[in-house]
Structures are given as structure tokens and as C-alpha cells.
């Protein structure tokens, strides 16, 4: 009677509080096809790398001990801060606050998707927190459905800049599928799962526009390729979780570099994910202090493995750097942070049978920016917000 009489009051007393909803908000409606406007002037770019998941935490001393040169380059050399994330901390809200410069209650992606419960035609928008709600979608009591760039209520900054003249070069970013028209080129964060072949990827719009289809498809084998020569013939279970996501950043590293050598961008954007899926996996090996329970054997087997990942995105980092010229501006930005999962997050996952996962970004870490040019003054900045990158650009 207890536990009842709480779970009522739970919930009825935030509804009384809250009062009565709102409308949501109108999908944007910008041009179906992009209006012919003079390019700006000029040669600057404005180039951005997004570190899904990168902890500045794990950075600032492996910088600091000269494992990652180029990550500590950006410390001595540029800006950085810390910047207040969004929640639900999940890629589609997050991403979609970034591109658009505005909160998810004005931008129409609240979580990465709608929940439908069963024998209802009534959309959720959100799933609490604390309570296990995603174990109904886990089991089917709730039914997914993703989020598409259609849902998206506000215009993003590749569409604001392309208005303006901008060539842009956008590449992986969350909820954009399908893709949709801009000044420049555009491959959705759809594209590696479905490339299989040319005419599948026509079909499905996981790029703009259609002509850049070969260029990004040639691309994205031979990455695959020289990725599956580097793996490892038998990975383990755990390290081949991380193996499709890490790959997939090398793809779109390419991806992203032959599309601009055919179309060049003044403004590029490319999300890398290994990092995000490395932390979930390999967090408790590389701060076991902040687990107690990993023995000497992991230690031996995992104790690096979160570092080589992060010294491979320092690398990629290295080459970005050497492209930047006289008055462009780069910025590398995390959107949210990495931290150990609570002890009974870990115990439920091991009750559903999921025992490896050790990092979360459920409690809304902060991620970061850098900043890095020839404009940029360098130091360490207060707190900035993911939603001041859109009007920063």
C-alpha cells in the first residue's frame, strides 16, 4: 500500500505542478530548395570535429603527460571551457541543441525518439529517469520510433548558412535522415549502416546530393577495408562492440575529405563516435579506482585500450590541424562528458545480462570546446552551453 500510495503521489503531484501543457512547437519551414545567393568573400573556414562521449577529465592529464601532443596543443594554444549539456543526455537532443542554437522544447527533439505505448496512438516524448522506463521499450511495452530530420522544429546552422551563401559540408550529424537539400554536401548519421551499395544508398537519402553518392561510397571502402586490415582477426567480446563505431569514424574522416576536395566547404562538420562507445565499454579499466572490483587480469587485457582509442582521435586531430590556414577556426566540441555508471545501474545491467557496460552519460556531464586559430585567444574560458556553438558559428 505504501509503495502504491508513493508511486501515485510520484506522479500526480510534478502533473499538478507542472499545469497544462503546451503546444509543440511548428516544424520549421525553410525553402525546399536552396534560394542562389552570392558566396561571402573570402577563404576563411570555419571547421568543426564533434568527439561524441570525450571526457575532458581523461584528456587534460594525458595532455599534460605528453601522450596526447595534439589535444595538448589545443590547451596551450587555443580556447577551451566546459560546456552544460542537454537532457535527456542522448545524440539526438544534443546534436539537434548544437545545430540549432536552441533547447529541445524549441526545437521539437526532446529525446532520441517517440515512445507509443501499446493499443495507443499516443506519442511520449520523454521517458523518466529513475524509474527503469526504457526496460519497457527493452521488453516492447513501448514502441520506437527514431527521430528524423523532419521532426526537427527550428532551422539548423547549415541552413541559416546556406541562406547566406555558405558552402557547408556536413558529415554523420545525429537526426539528420533523411537527408535534405543544402548549399554543399550532406551525409546523414545513416549513411555506414546502409552503403552497401550504391542505388541503396540513392534510395534511402542518406546523402546530398545524389552526385556525391559515388564519391562518398568509394571512400567509405576503402576505409572499411584498411579498418579490417588493422583489426585484430579474433577480438574478444567486449572490444568488438567497440569495432563497427571506430570504424565508421575512419570512413567518415574519408568520407568527409573526398567530399570536400569535389565540393569545397567553407563551413565542415564531422561527429566521430568511437570514443562514446569506447568509454561505455572500456571506462572501469582505464579509472579502476572508481570501481574497485577489476582485477589484474583486465588491467592487463583492457588497462589501455580506452587510451589507444583516444590517442587514435589525437591523431585524426593532427591532421585536421595541419589543414588549418590563416584566419580559419577550428573548433573540437564534446557534446556531453564521460563518467562511471552508478553501482546500480552496473547490477541491473548484469540482471538483464549485460554486464560489460561501466561509463554512462545519463547524469548530464559537461563536455567541451576548443577553439584554434589565428583569431582565437588562447586560455581557459568560464562555462559555456552546448546551445552558444550555433551563434558562435
Request: glycine fraction near 8%; aromatic fraction near 8%; proline fraction near 8%.
Amino acid at each position: 500500500a505504501a509503495l502504491a500510495s508513493t508511486l501515485m503521489v510520484s506522479m500526480a503531484v510534478p502533473l499538478m505542478l507542472r499545469g497544462p501543457g503546451s503546444e509543440a512547437p511548428e516544424k520549421a519551414r525553410w525553402p525546399a530548395n536552396v534560394p542562389e545567393v552570392a558566396e561571402p568573400a573570402g577563404g576563411a573556414r570555419v571547421v568543426m570535429v564533434l568527439l561524441e562521449g570525450a571526457s575532458l577529465e581523461l584528456i587534460a592529464p594525458a595532455a599534460a603527460e605528453g601522450r596526447l601532443p595534439n589535444f595538448g596543443r589545443l590547451l596551450e594554444r587555443g580556447a577551451s571551457l566546459h560546456l552544460a549539456t542537454v537532457r535527456p543526455t542522448q545524440p539526438g537532443p544534443v546534436w539537434a541543441a548544437v545545430a540549432t542554437g536552441k533547447l529541445p522544447f524549441k526545437n521539437g527533439i526532446r529525446s532520441s525518439a517517440t515512445y507509443t505505448p501499446l493499443a495507443s496512438a499516443d506519442a511520449i516524448e520523454v521517458l523518466p529517469d529513475y524509474c527503469y522506463s526504457h526496460a519497457l521499450v527493452e521488453y516492447g511495452f513501448l514502441r520506437e520510433r527514431v527521430h528524423t530530420s523532419g521532426d526537427v522544429a527550428a532551422r539548423p546552422i547549415w541552413s541559416l548558412l546556406g541562406a547566406q551563401g555558405v558552402r557547408v559540408g556536413i558529415v554523420n550529424w545525429s537526426v539528420t535522415q533523411p537527408a535534405r537539400d543544402v548549399r554543399g554536401y550532406l551525409v546523414t548519421d545513416r549513411f555506414e549502416r546502409r552503403f552497401a551499395s550504391v542505388v541503396d544508398v540513392e534510395n534511402i537519402g542518406v546523402i546530398w546530393p545524389r552526385e556525391a553518392v559515388p564519391a562518398a561510397v568509394t571512400a567509405a571502402s576503402e576505409a572499411r577495408r584498411r579498418a579490417q586490415a588493422s583489426a585484430p582477426t579474433a577480438p574478444d567480446s567486449v572490444s568488438q562492440l567497440v569495432v563497427s563505431p571506430c570504424a565508421a569514424d575512419q570512413a567518415h574522416e574519408q568520407i568527409a575529405a573526398a567530399l570536400d576536395a569535389r565540393d569545397r566547404s567553407r563551413f565542415q562538420a564531422v561527429r566521430y563516435e568511437c570514443l562514446d562507445a569506447a568509454g561505455h565499454y572500456f571506462l572501469r579499466y582505464a579509472a579502476p579506482g572508481a570501481f574497485g572490483d577489476v582485477s589484474d587480469d583486465e588491467l592487463r587485457r583492457y588497462g589501455g585500450v580506452l587510451a589507444a582509442h583516444y590517442a587514435e582521435a589525437d591523431r585524426m586531430l593532427g591532421r585536421v590541424m595541419a589543414a588549418v590556414r590563416p584566419g580559419d577556426l577550428l573548433l573540437v566540441v564534446s557534446g556531453f562528458g564521460m563518467e562511471p555508471m552508478s553501482v546500480g545501474k552496473r547490477l541491473l545491467e548484469r540482471f538483464v545480462g549485460n554486464p560489460e557496460p561501466s561509463g554512462t552519460h545519463e547524469p548530464a556531464p559537461d563536455g567541451f570546446l576548443f577553439a584554434f586559430g589565428t583569431e582565437v585567444r588562447p586560455g581557459r574560458l568560464t562555462r559555456g552551453s552546448v546551445v552558444d556553438l550555433a551563434p558562435t558559428i
